[in-house]
């Protein structure tokens, strides 16, 4: 018997967008292996994206700011999304975006020594949230970049945006403009890499041999199968690389064209090197409380 059970099934379905019999097969074949049977239904031509995210599920807050000069964004997740909306927490949440630009800590857990601004450790200062909010709360993730870079959070903090630039006109009118819509595009399209050059070589053949699949599946012979795949890789550019993205403010342009454009226009040059994108939640499991059932419990 293969070895998966009903919620691998439901899981499978929930990350490709697939029929549950289709998810089971899938399954059925690669023996339980979620992301082999994830490959089988994109092979099929079923699977609904190329990209496979996570359930988004914790709660909690993305904050990103520019603190002195340098871009900061950072998640702290919480049990419910009233926490969220905590005058007190969202302070707290501030206060380690600016201890982090200070302090430049290399991971998690070095910035839980670090100071906040008033002398408390910031493993203590969670710690202190905790027990006044009285909910579990975890500083998941945070990112830190010097030089010229924007900032955006999008939908109260569910999604914060950086993004790092190399230009010479970052002080002309007209650039803030600019590269907050370049990280407004990051946030509502979700790339994967600034451009075709950034991305891993293993993941382009993984790529490649998926559209061969594909293609020979669709009952092309095998010379065609690999001409069409060079036109489909083109596809897989524009949906995972930032600067081949058509840009959503002009789908006639790229994102890369409308760079070109600015620079052009501001007199410089600008090159986007680098961007970090976190979505509140994304990957982990959430809560499945039933509010009702909890309050119920409460008054027997």
Not at 37 to 61: D, M, N, P, Y
Not at 152 to 162: C, L, P
């Amino acid at each position: 018997m293969a070895a998966f059970t009903a919620k691998d099934v439901q899981a499978l379905r929930e990350s490709t967008g697939c029929g549950m019999m289709d998810c089971k097969k899938a399954l059925t074949e690669s023996n339980g292996d979620m992301e082999k049977a994830a490959e089988f239904l994109r092979e099929k031509g079923l699977a609904a994206a190329a990209k496979k995210a996570g359930r988004i599920a914790a709660e909690g807050v993305v904050h990103a700011a520019v603190e002195d000069g340098v871009g900061v964004v950072v998640e702290v997740n919480s049990e419910t999304d009233f926490v969220a909306k905590n005058a007190d927490f969202l302070a707290f949440v501030a206060d380690v975006g600016k201890t982090i630009a200070k302090e430049n800590p290399a991971d998690v857990e070095a910035l839980g020594e670090m100071k906040l601004s008033g002398g408390a450790s910031v493993a203590d200062g969670l710690r202190d949230k905790i027990l006044v909010i009285g909910e579990n709360m975890k500083i998941r993730r945070f990112a830190r970049y010097e030089g010229d870079v924007v900032t955006y959070v999008h939908g109260g903090g569910r999604i914060g945006v950086m993004v790092k630039f190399d230009t010479d006109v970052a002080a002309k009118d007209g650039f803030a403009t600019f590269a907050k819509d370049v990280a407004m595009q990051i946030a509502a399209v979700s790339p994967l890499y600034v451009g075709k050059e950034n991305v891993p070589a293993d993941t382009v053949e993984k790529e490649k041999e998926i559209l061969t699949t594909q293609a020979v599946n669709e009952g092309k012979p095998q010379n065609i199968a690999e001409k069409m795949v060079q036109g489909r890789i083109q596809k897989f550019y524009k949906e995972v690389c930032l600067l081949d993205q058509p840009y959503v403010k002009n789908g006639d342009i790229s994102v890369g064209q409308y760079v070109a454009d600015t620079a052009k226009e501001l007199g410089g040059s600008i090159k986007v090197t680098d961007f970090v994108r976190f979505e509140k939640g994304e990957g982990l499991e959430k809560r499945a409380d039933n509010f009702a059932d909890e309050v119920a419990g409460m008054i027997k």
